[in-house]
């Protein structure tokens, strides 16, 4: 009672004022919670998001991990049989002899060959030590005159030394 006769004693629009401040409070501490929840909510939304994105980085991945998987075990039977490939003899021989044709070929010739030049194309240079001189060609497959004919110029004496009497590079 005497809470009751207290209240009636203040005069009724502090009454009103702290019932009000009071109501606010109240309503202040539930938009505050709410605010919490929603920050809660928005940061969950994005860790699930995230962690949406990292299931499918994994699971890529792991299919990714699969193929290469797969890839090294067909590389390594592949490697496999070529390790037990052999070589003839008879193919050895003729392999040995036709590099020893190759290299004195090119001592002969001086003629030495770019084989990064596209397959339709003989490309390379000649050179010759005693006249220290050097002869870029590329001359199309199949024109083996031109360049017979080229490793000839470049080993007389009487090779052209100007630019116009040489044989064009294509």
């Known amino acids: ?60 991945l792991t299919q990714q991990l699969a193929e290469l998987n797969r890839r090294g075990t067909e590389l390594d039977r592949v490697c496999g049989n070529l390790e037990s490939l052999t070589i003839a003899e008879g193919d050895k021989n003729r392999l040995d002899n036709d590099k020893e044709t190759f290299q004195v070929a090119k001592e002969l010739t001086g003629i030495r060959f770019d084989f990064s030049a596209s397959p339709n194309v003989a490309k390379g240079y000649i050179k010759n030590e005693s006249r220290r001189l050097l002869q870029p060609f590329e001359i199309e497959n199949g024109d083996s005159e031109a360049l017979w004919s080229l490793i000839q110029t470049t080993s007389t004496q009487d090779w052209p030394t100007d630019k116009e009497n040489l044989v064009p590079n294509k």
Not at 20 to 47: G, H, M, P, S, T
Not at 51 to 60: C, G, H, Q, T, Y
């Open 1 to 60: 009672m005497a809470l009751s006769t207290h209240i009636k004693d203040q005069p009724w629009y502090l009454q009103i004022t702290k019932e009000i401040n009071e109501f606010r409070d109240v309503l202040d501490d539930k938009i505050n919670k709410q605010r919490e929840q929603i920050k809660a909510c928005k940061k969950k939304n994005e860790l699930d998001s995230k962690f949406a994105l990292e299931l499918k980085l994994n699971s890529d």
